[in-house]
């Protein structure tokens, strides 16, 4: 998610390692963890695949010279790639992928907006009907995990509900508009 995340940035605008931690903390934190020890051998990784590269170097606060990388084509179809990808994973970190996922929205076209939202709202509903299926909590502290978490899955059923809604408010507009 992180390579993801990074690379969707970096599409936006060139940064720097640091300007890109702070971008990623702002967007992300609530999806993602960063830290310093992850950002710069991630930069180097994508510059060695060929996903970015050093658009140029200026001096830093401290006068170590600090590289602005900027993104490649190559960079961007990975990104593209990523923002496609369903990969099996857990529970959590397919919700944290999705949001990830969410702040790029603006970058990606209509129709594959609705088709990321519908397959979190199908996985939604469909870990809904699975967890109420298997539910028998042990006490009230169990029940009321379980009560916490069906009411989380619920609020995020209907805020899906209400972004394909947008979703097709925009393209009805959009249509009206190049009429």
Not at 44 to 67: M, Q, S
Not at 68 to 77: M, N, P, Q
Not at 146 to 166: F, G, I, N, S, Y
């Amino acid at each position: 998610m992180l390579e993801l995340s990074a690379l969707g940035l970096l599409q936006r605008e060139p940064l720097h390692g640091y300007r890109l931690k702070q971008q990623l903390e702002l967007f992300m934190s609530s999806c993602i963890s960063v830290n310093y020890g992850a950002i710069y051998p991630l930069l180097h990784r994508l510059e060695e695949r060929g996903y970015i590269h050093t658009l140029t170097e200026e001096a830093g606060d401290a006068g170590t010279p600090r590289k602005i990388y900027a993104i490649t084509e190559k960079g961007r179809d990975r990104w593209r790639e990523q923002m496609l990808a369903q990969p099996q994973d857990s529970w959590v970190k397919i919700r944290a992928r999705f949001m990830v996922k969410f702040v790029f929205f603006g970058d990606i076209e209509p129709e594959i907006r609705v088709k990321l939202i519908q397959h979190r709202l199908n996985a939604c509903q469909m870990r809904r009907e699975y967890v109420d299926t298997q539910a028998s909590p042990g006490d009230r502290y169990a029940q009321a995990a379980l009560d916490r978490h069906l009411a989380m899955l619920d609020r995020e059923v209907t805020w899906l509900k209400q972004q394909l809604a947008q979703e097709s408010t925009r393209e009805v507009s959009k249509l009206k508009s190049s009429a």
